[in-house]
């Protein structure tokens, strides 16, 4: 039931009309909203300052206060001491992923990772699943999601 509701939620968001009709970073609007308060939710219900619970250690201060380059660093030495995971955040991003996305779309690392930036790192996410695409295949962007948030289904999958 659960997977069927997120399904039917991602459809909804995804048809909303011309007002999501530009691709571009500058064209995303304020009914992605939504969506970032479901992922967030159900990614790390605890906010911003998330860790994951893998981490053998916490960070010396909330993540919210950190910059990217000392939340890397952290993540790195979490990575080294052979955790599962090096998520952080509301939306629980992984180093590799913090990697990507700093480099690809040129976000300094000197920038705090505070709601502000997580948002917008979040953002650079559904923009690049196509989730401001008024023509994304759904099955697609709901699979592409998944693949982002492992909390999220497969739409392909039929159970």
């Not at 968001?13 to 939710?41: I, K, N």
């Not at 040129?106 to 948002?119: A, K, N």
């Amino acid at each position: 039931m659960r997977k069927r509701f997120l399904g039917i939620f991602l459809l909804g968001l995804t048809c909303v009309g011309p007002v999501s009709a530009q691709s571009s970073l500058d064209g995303m609007r304020a009914f992605d909203r939504p969506f970032l308060e479901l992922v967030g939710a159900i990614e790390a219900p605890v906010g911003y300052d998330a860790v994951t619970g893998f981490a053998p250690f916490r960070p010396d201060r909330p993540i919210t206060e950190m910059t990217i380059a000392e939340v890397m660093r952290w993540q790195e030495r979490v990575r080294a001491s052979g955790s599962e995971s090096t998520a952080v955040g509301r939306f629980q991003f992984v180093l590799d992923t913090l990697e990507f996305l700093t480099r690809v779309y040129e976000v300094p690392h000197d920038t705090v990772l505070d709601r502000r930036t997580q948002d917008y790192l979040a953002r650079v996410l559904l923009h690049r699943c196509g989730f401001y695409d008024p023509e994304a295949p759904i099955t697609e962007l709901g699979d592409c999601l998944a693949g982002t948030w492992a909390a999220l289904p497969l739409l392909s999958d039929e159970k």
